[in-house]
């Protein structure tokens, strides 16, 4: 059974970092597409960044100000990605959930960002 676990949310303050990870317990790991989503309370869940399995790395349009704060990666070797929270703000608040496959195939829990003073 493949289990995908992300950690390392909690609170920050307006301007402060963290780093969120996600590890895999799945065959092929590098075969899979990784992408962190988010879903903020009343909204909808949305992307926040993938790493294709090519490496290439797309982040979302529709999410203002990422580029520049938000750092995507992956170790293939641990089977676990990465996502860097720079600058952060208070929209930044949401359950943060890591997917491996395009189309997403397999979910992870969640883990809750917290920006707040």
């Known amino acids: 059974q493949v289990q995908v676990v992300e950690s390392g949310g909690g609170l920050a303050q307006p301007g402060g970092s963290l780093r969120l990870s996600c590890v895999a317990s799945?065959?092929?790991?590098?075969?899979?597409?990784l992408g962190w989503y988010r879903q903020a309370p009343g909204k909808q869940r949305e992307l926040v960044a993938r790493?294709?399995?090519?490496?290439?790395?797309?982040?979302?349009d529709s999410v203002d100000s990422l580029m520049g704060r938000f750092t995507i990666s992956r170790d293939n070797f641990k089977s676990t990605g990465y996502l860097q929270l720079n600058s952060l703000k208070t929209e930044d608040t949401a359950v943060y959930y890591c997917?491996?496959?395009?189309?997403?195939?397999?979910w992870g829990q969640g883990t809750q960002v917290t920006v707040s003073s």
């Open positions: 997917a491996l496959g395009l189309p997403e195939k397999y």
């Open positions: 790493i294709n399995t090519n490496g290439t790395i797309d982040y979302a």
């Open positions: 799945v065959n092929f790991f590098s075969f899979y597409a």
